[in-house]
């Protein structure tokens, strides 16, 4: 299955937009802010999520929001979609289309902008990597496999008394 790659782009509680992690600093994260470029330090306190651990509830599970993007991104033909200035109606029926098994009573109008914001966003700064779980999965085995390979290949022992003097 396909999905987007969302590896480190943040959302700060409080903040507007989207952020991209920079490094750890001594008091909090160092991001930067894809609309203006600044770099800013996000204190231990302030409530950062990862874009990778946000889902939409639906009524059977969660979806992730990685698979709600590569929703869109197949929908849209890897466009730009709706503004979240649109309508509220419009907002609603186009989100219906995308996810329509999404829960209305728990996925607020709100959540449905920030989705249309992040998704455009993302795009206008070309951070939406469609990758494929299934391949990734699969590399994961192979690295995992050709180190159980080396970790099992024994290095010759030396036998004592049998050492060659370098001196000679």
Known sequence: MKTIQLKDILAISGKGGLFKFIAQA???IVVESLEDNK????PATARV????????FTIKEEVPLADIFFMIHEKSEGKEILSHKA???????YFKELVPEYD???VYVSDIKKVFQWYNQLKQHELLEVIDKEEDKEEDKEEDQKEQAADKIEKPEEKPG???DAAK
């Open 26 to 28: 001594r008091n909090g």
């Open 39 to 42: 770099r800013h330090v996000a």
């Open 49 to 56: 999520s990862s874009l990778d651990d946000i889902a939409i």
């Open 87 to 93: 309508p509220v109606e419009e907002l609603k029926s």
């Open 104 to 106: 209305e009573d728990r």
């Open 162 to 164: 049998k050492k060659q």
